[in-house]
């Protein structure tokens, strides 16, 4: 049985940081993303990596600003986020790829998803 599981939100003030955790279950071999949702808006892209973790991919929004690595020893997935800003405010969800190798952004190409985690930054 699949299972994604978020950890690490929280509550941070404007230019604080917070590491996100992903835990997949073991074995997998497929590349992995993360989106977020804030209220009354549609869920975005941030980041993915790819299995191997070679390539990465963010949206522009988050930059330079956040870094997605992974420890497949611990079948885990970090979101680390820094200089974080009011508008990083939302539901920040895990996903797994339908790939291992290509970095997609689309939220039709990632299969299980996690509850999510929320995270808030204030002003």
């Known amino acids: 049985q699949v299972h994604v599981e978020e950890s690490g939100g929280g509550l941070v003030q404007a230019g604080g940081s917070l590491r996100l955790s992903c835990a997949d279950s073991p074995g997998t071999i497929y590349a992995m993303g993360w989106f977020r949702q804030a209220p009354g808006k549609e869920r975005e892209f941030v980041a993915a990596?790819?299995?191997?973790?070679?390539?990465?991919s963010y949206s522009d929004s988050v930059k330079g600003r956040f870094t997605i690595s992974r420890d497949n020893d611990k079948n885990t997935v970090y979101l680390q986020m820094n200089s974080l800003k009011p508008e990083d405010t939302a539901i920040y969800y895990c996903?797994?790829?339908?790939?291992?190798?290509?970095?997609?952004?689309?939220?039709?190409?990632?299969?299980?998803w996690g509850q999510g985690t929320q995270v808030t930054v204030s002003s």
């Open positions: 996903a797994r790829s339908l790939g291992g190798t290509t970095l997609f952004t689309a939220r039709e190409m990632y299969g299980y």
């Open positions: 990596i790819t299995w191997s973790g070679d390539q990465t």
